[in-house]
């Protein structure tokens, strides 16, 4: 429906952006930067290519390897990463990371034989809103029989148009030290799969 409304602007000679609520917009900078960014989250589309790297722990095992991953795809050139732990964030700004960028990595601790109850929640939660149109790589940790990241993935296999990214890849415990070219592996294909977003009007006012 959205990008049906926004297809009738094309013909329109549109100079003021005056919402009911907040800012109005006044320039063509800034009128085109408003319709531009609806364009893409009607799309469900990516704002920019980066990571969001999103856990749940009980020991910090989990954090320790998002915390590894993150820096080996920085020493990759990806200038764009998010790290969120989900007991710590609002989930709210992990959502917003989650719509920006253009891929997501989700690190799946198994709890009680179930996948730990806050990433339950909010992949549902994401889910729900209709998140699509990503790379996706699940992370399991093994321990208390290791289902975590084959639920996880049931509930994301519910969204559509999401690319699994990288070889399977889990712990057991804790991240072991001959992990660590495995983890280099799939930090590389990650950066790999970084797409091409297209250019965006950039306001230095909104930066």
């Known amino acids: 429906q959205m990008t049906r409304l926004l297809g009738k ?5 549109m100079r003021m952006i ?7 917009f006044r320039t063509p900078e800034t009128v085109a930067y408003v319709i531009e960014r609806h364009r893409r989250w009607a799309r469900y589309a990516p704002e920019q290519p980066g990571v969001v790297i999103v856990y749940g722990t009980m020991y910090n095992h989990s954090a ?3 915390d590894e991953l993150a820096m080996k795809l920085a020493e990759l050139g990806v200038d764009h990463l998010r790290v969120h732990d989900l007991s710590k964030t609002d989930w709210s700004h992990i959502v917003s990371d989650c719509f920006r960028f253009s891929n997501a990595v989700f690190i799946c601790t198994t709890y009680n034989t179930e996948l730990h109850p806050k990433m339950d929640a909010f992949l549902r939660d994401l889910t729900g809103l209709g998140w ?8 399991g940790n093994v321990s208390w029989g290791g289902h975590g990241a084959r639920l996880a993935q049931e509930i994301l296999d519910r969204s559509g148009n999401l690319t699994p990214v990288g070889e399977p890849f889990g712990i057991k415990g804790s991240l072991a030290d001959e992990q660590d070219a495995d983890l280099w592996t799939l930090a590389r294909a990650i950066s ?5 977003c297209g250019p965006s009007p950039v306001l230095s006012a909104l930066d």
């Open 18 to 24: 005056c919402p009911l609520h907040g800012l109005i």
């Open 9 to 13: 602007l094309d013909e329109v000679d």
């Open 132 to 139: 699509s149109n990503r790379g996706t790589t699940v992370i």
């Open 64 to 66: 320790h390897l998002a």
């Open 192 to 196: 790999a799969s970084l797409p091409d």
